[in-house]
Structure formats: structure tokens, C-alpha cells
């Protein structure tokens, strides 16, 4: 059975504010122990029950988050930030797909919510449903034969798990109190509730979310800037004064297409104003 786990940063054991998250900053460093903490424990279960391979995915901003020297010596780790399919690199040679430290998305709560980039998008909607990562990223592996089997983060993106991969095991690592508040476990708890997590979600069979295409993605901005912006896109076209769709046949091509969108979003954008 081989792994892929797709390694985001938000909604890792004991993170919860942007520092956390920003590349170089003091608190980043530490966060990223505790992201190998939730990282290995996942390994580690995996293996428990089965697995012949486990490639981490670093999944986050730059993705060069993970430490390599701290990673479990029988897993493989995808690190940089230029991967044909981004979040999830290593798709393709995988059976089933594991999202450590997910979190819930743009303009909803939970701990740093957002969609891909921390400001300016509000909502993003595909087929007409508020899509996490998570759940963009449960359709794009879809794609590939490839089932969410473990998913781990704040409490409410357990909830929201629980709308598109609901046979997963998941794991609250801790508790929104607010956007950047938590109730937080200790690390070895954490870890303990994952490994144990890990294991169990290759005791059991898990369907494939299966969704046709054509794929509608609406995108909802908070100012009206990126409009302009994202629609010297080919095939992205205004849906009103703060808002931008495209629809294509298959979600390898849509996602594709918002990784671009979500690239000319933060180059629209200004330091004071956004």
C-alpha cells in the first residue's frame, strides 16, 4: 500500500497564529518541529498497518517547510515549490492520500482559514459548494482512483471533512476558539491520536469520491483589484465587481487554473490596501 501524505502548516499541533506560518520567522522555526511531530506519527501508523510506501508531500507556502533530518528514515519527502500538481505531488504513484494539517477555508471559522493565500480571496465555490482545500484537493485525487483515508487539523476541519471524505479517520489536533486562538493538545497527545489514526484508516476500506466534470470554480474576492488581475486569464471571466469564474473539463485542469488565479490575486494586491 503506498502513502501519500499532503503536509500543510496551519492546522498542525500547537499552530495558531500567521508567524507560525511565515517562512524565516522565529515562531516558524519552532512550528516546523511540531509539524514533524504530526508528520512522523502519521508515518509511523502507516506503517503499523501495512504500508510499503510513504512519500511526504510538503504542502505548504514555499513548501520547504519539512525537516528532512527529523522526517522517519522510511519515509521520502517531496520538497520545493515548483510541482506539477502542487499540494498533491506524488499523486500519481499512490494508493491512498493522508492531509496532515489541514485547515478550513476562506471565510470560515478556523484556525488561519483561508484558501491558498492568507488574504483577498473570501470564498471559493466549485460546482457551487464552499471548497476547502481539502475538499478541492479530495477531488482532484479522485482523479487518480486515489480516497482520502486520514485527515487531521482544527475541530472544525474535521467537521468539514466530514462533508467530502466522511469513511476518513480524522483528528482534531486542537480547538477553534477564534481564527487565531486554540485550544491546543500537547505534541505527544497529538502525535499518540495520529499514529493510532494512521493505522486504523488501513484496516479498512475506503470508496473513492467520485465527481464529473465539467468543474465550475467561483471565486469571491474582498476588494475588486484582482478582478483585472485574474481575468487576463484565458477562459476567466468577471461574475460581478469582486468576483471571477472559469469552468473547465476535469479537476487537474481547474485546479491547474487556480493555482494561476491565486498567483495573479496576490500580484493585484498592495501592502496597505490589499
Not at 471571477?244 to 487556480?258: A, G, I, Q, W
Request: aromatic content about 6%; some cysteine; glycine content about 8%.
Amino acid at each position: 500500500m503506498r502513502v501519500l501524505i499532503s503536509a500543510d502548516m496551519e492546522g498542525v499541533t500547537g499552530v495558531t497564529c500567521p508567524e507560525d506560518c511565515e517562512y524565516g520567522d522565529p515562531r516558524w522555526e519552532s512550528a516546523r518541529h511540531l509539524m514533524m511531530s504530526d508528520v512522523n506519527a502519521a508515518v509511523a501508523g502507516f506503517y503499523e498497518s501495512g504500508a510499503t510506501q510513504v512519500i511526504v508531500n510538503d504542502a505548504h507556502a514555499t513548501k520547504r517547510n519539512l525537516i528532512l533530518s527529523e522526517l522517519d528514515s522510511r519515509a521520502t519527502a517531496i520538497i520545493g515549490t515548483h510541482k506539477e500538481w502542487g499540494m498533491l505531488q506524488g499523486i500519481a504513484e499512490s494508493d491512498v492520500l493522508a492531509l496532515v494539517g489541514y485547515h478550513t477555508g476562506a471565510g470560515h471559522q478556523g484556525i488561519l482559514a483561508h484558501t491558498y493565500i492568507g488574504q483577498s480571496i473570501r470564498d471559493v465555490h466549485v460546482n457551487g459548494v464552499s471548497s476547502s482545500e481539502g475538499r478541492m484537493n479530495t477531488l482532484l485525487a479522485s482523479e487518480f482512483g486515489v480516497p482520502v483515508v486520514l485527515v487531521t487539523g482544527d475541530d472544525l476541519t474535521c467537521d468539514d471533512a466530514a462533508t467530502y471524505a466522511p469513511d476518513s479517520e480524522m483528528v482534531a489536533v486542537k480547538e477553534c476558539i477564534d481564527r487565531y486562538t486554540a485550544r491546543c493538545l500537547p505534541p505527544s497527545v497529538s502525535a499518540a491520536k495520529i499514529r493510532e489514526a494512521a493505522s486504523a484508516a488501513l484496516a479498512k476500506k475506503h470508496a473513492v469520491a467520485t465527481q464529473a466534470g465539467p468543474f465550475t470554480f467561483d471565486v469571491f474576492f474582498d476588494s475588486a483589484n484582482p478582478v483585472m488581475a485574474c481575468t487576463a486569464i484565458p477562459g476567466v471571466q468577471a461574475s460581478g465587481e469582486t468576483a471571477v469564474t472559469f469552468t473547465l473539463p476535469t479537476m487537474r485542469e481547474t485546479m491547474r487554473c487556480f493555482k494561476v488565479v491565486s498567483t495573479m490575486t496576490s500580484a493585484s494586491r498592495e501592502a496597505e490596501y490589499g
